[in-house]
């Protein structure tokens, strides 16, 4: 790859018209290799997977990397099912199928310079494609991490599929060249099983690993999408015409309807209206823009209709920024990540140098046939080690522990956050629809001066019934469940940022705030108290005034939702603290965490704010992890170790969370946690398992026994065993199926 292709991060940032992937700009990187930058599409130079957009094109709608895995799976597993069948079903059955082929074939002749018979045979055909077709990218990517001197986990894979499938067939061709150790009775040591196994599941980890990574993709597709394609211009002359987003600068004047999205971040020039801003705060009440107040793209607009001059396009607009956020956290990758990496290259090294050094012990003092032997040992040395085991001891447990959890409405989307969520120290949560329900509903309903309560309900419910706004939704849904009898409504009018008035049964009536009580010199003195004392528990105060005097008024929240103040201990009694992020006032939030006694709250907060106070504690050494339910989580959302997300949110938080929570409840974080434990607990007896087979298995294949008991570990052997070992790793797994979380 040339120089010229290769970028530094600084040049990541796409232009603006390469925000929905069209533009030349396009950046490619390796997910192993993330330093990887290229302007083209192709293979990774160094362990050579198939390059990835950094920011996904939204308009390629296949991802062929996973559709060719995918087909390579299912073709390997129709291939390799008879050969297991074959090979393995008569320890554990009467049902012989080699016989049954050997029968069959009886009736043809094999050529004379094949020593081998029909069944034997069949499994070279069977495990050819699987190893040279299937299996290729594996065995190329293994002589790439080599050549590079890159080791993964592909270095692993490559030398067993390469060591049984070749031997085997060896042994099937020059079956007389082999010494009677490799044999049991007359039968051949053949290995073609084995090596067309090894590729499915490695296909299987494979198909799993780019659908998560395909996840994280929709995600920032998502967020892209929220864009609209088109804008309203103003031109000099008051014309109005619809251009591509892509056409609009700096400067320019905007129209934007009732209904529509905003198309740029700006400024209102002239109009009024409410703007709902919950992809960007998570609040669900909209807020009022009137001129010189700042709008963002892809917020959407509601009854109103205003003039804006366009301040920030393409790149540089808030939702881009949340884009490049999202996309850089999902390139990130955990230095546990890196670890296994080189674990894996030094147990590489470590199986290779073990099986040249038997070689040569073999051949140079061994006993005659000195060369055989040597061969036989090096190959047991090779087969036992297989990475089969090792292999399947992470995957199997992950995939029976996500199927666990799942059981309970935790869904998992990938390794590394079920194995980060036990070491998690803090969690860092939104206020809105997290902790509490994610929609205003009233808290009580006062009334004054000799009114009745239904009285109050039924005026404001009147006034309220011709008002989209969530507070008025807020009032209808009650008085609805109260019964209270609506009355109609004259003259209504509604007062944007204040307010409704209108005339009920010949009275002037007023719902409001404390703005549209002043403006109308109504006394609310009397509530003063009262009111200060609900505000400061989070409360939003509505004031009904009759004729003139105050009659009463009703508050309205977001209530907490029934199950946080019990998932809230259960999590602190496990360690965690708890710290709470989100864009509502500091009166609201700090209610909130006083009620809830959490650790700390931070209030007023963009998302760019979340995402950077989950990198300032990762660099400060916490493990966090962050829940959330709205589009302005997403960033931080995929930056923290271990994205959570509310089942009852966005498609884009759940899309860049790991971890979902189908039920909306927080207590699911505390099952998250005792699975990740239980299961990372069993992945450790598991690779404990593993590396005690290749701890006693390679000495023994590498004749360690041979000077005191005259035994010779044949390559027979050496598949049993290591089929045993991957017997005991899924065994060991499957238990997690009856662990209680």
Known sequence: MSDSHVQ?????DPLPEDLDGSGPGVIYTCPMHPQIRTSAPGDCPVCGMVLEPVIPLVNEERNVELESMTRRFWFALALSLPLLVMTMGPMVSSFDLGVIVNRIGDHLALPRWIHASWAQCVQAVLATPVVLWAGWPFLERSWKSFRTWQLNMFSLVGP????AYFFSLFALFFPNTLPQ????????????????????????????????????SSAIKDLLNLAPHTAVRVKA??????????????GDTLRVKPGSRIPVDGVVMHGRSSVDESMITGESIPLEKVAGSKVTGATVNQTGTFLMRAEKVGADTLLATIVRMVAEAGRSRAPIQKLADQVSGWFVLAVIAAAAVSFLVWALVGPVPALANAMVVAISVLIIACPCALGLATPVSIIVGIGRGAREGVLVKDAEALELMEKVDTLLVDKTGTLTEGRPLVQSVVALSGQLESTILGYAAGLERASEHPLAQAIMTY????????RPVEAFRAIVGKGVTGRIDGHVALLGNTALMADAKVDCAVATA?????????QTI??????????????????????TPQAVRQLQASGLRIIMLTGDSPVTAN???????LDGVKASVLPQDKYRHVQELQQQGHIVAMVGDGVNDAPALAQANVGIAMGTGTDVAMNSARVVLVKGDLRGIARARALSIATMKNIRQNLFFAFAYNLIGIPLAAGVLYPWLSILLSPVIAGAAMALSSVSVIGNALRLHAVRI
């Open 181 to 216: 150790a490799f044999r049991r009775g007359h039968e051949l040591p053949l290995y073609f099983e084995a090596a067309s196994v090894v590729v499915a599941l490695v296909l299987l980890g494979q198909v799993l690993e780019l659908r998560a990574r395909s996840r994280t």
């Open 479 to 486: 008085a609805q469940g109260k019964k209270a009898q609506t």
């Open 542 to 563: 509505m004031y009904l005034a009759i004729d003139g005097r105050l009659a009463g008024y009703i508050s309205v929240a977001d209530p907490i939702k029934a199950t």
């Open 591 to 597: 209610a909130v965490a006083r009620t809830l006694a």
């Open 160 to 163: 067993g599929i390469s060591a």
């Open 237 to 250: 002359d008051g014309m109005e015409e619809t251009v591509p987003l892509e056409t609009v600068v700096i």
């Open 8 to 12: 530094t991060p600084r040049d990541l």
């Open 530 to 538: 009262n009111v200060n004392r609900l505000r400061e528990a989070g």
